[in-house]
Structure formats: structure tokens, C-alpha cells
């Protein structure tokens, strides 16, 4: 029996479709859903650590 190339290649590249969207849906799975509020709040927490204190006026311009 003789094995169509083709079909082979075809089966394969199925193969690695599939695994692909299994793995952006596991990494997709594992993000949080934030409000837009509490995420605005988070963000203003990060930026508050990263920039010192005398310095915020300028880089928020």
C-alpha cells in the first residue's frame, strides 16, 4: 500500500493547526478579566512605583 504524500502533509499540517489553538486557548484561559475601573486603578499603581514622585508632572505631559 502505497501513501499518499498529500494526504499525509495535509493530516500534518491538521495536526499543528489544532495544537496551535489549543495553546492560545489555555494562555487565553489564564488571563483575568478586569473591570475598567480596577484595572485603571492597577495601572495607576504600577505608574506610581516606576515614576518617582517629582518627576510625575513631567512624564504625564
Known amino acids: 500500500m502505497r501513501v ?4 499525509l502533509g495535509l493530516a500534518g499540517l491538521a495536526g499543528v493547526a489544532a495544537t496551535t489553538g489549543v495553546v ?3 494562555r487565553r ?4 478579566e ?7 486603578d ?3 499603581q ?3 512605583e516606576v515614576v518617582p514622585a ?3 508632572s513631567t512624564a504625564a505631559a
Open 4 to 7: 499518499p504524500w498529500k494526504l
Open 24 to 26: 492560545v486557548v489555555r
Open 29 to 32: 484561559r489564564a488571563q483575568r
Open 34 to 40: 478586569y473591570a475598567p475601573d480596577e484595572l485603571r
Open 42 to 44: 492597577r495601572l495607576h
Open 46 to 48: 504600577r505608574f506610581a
Open 54 to 56: 517629582g518627576e510625575r
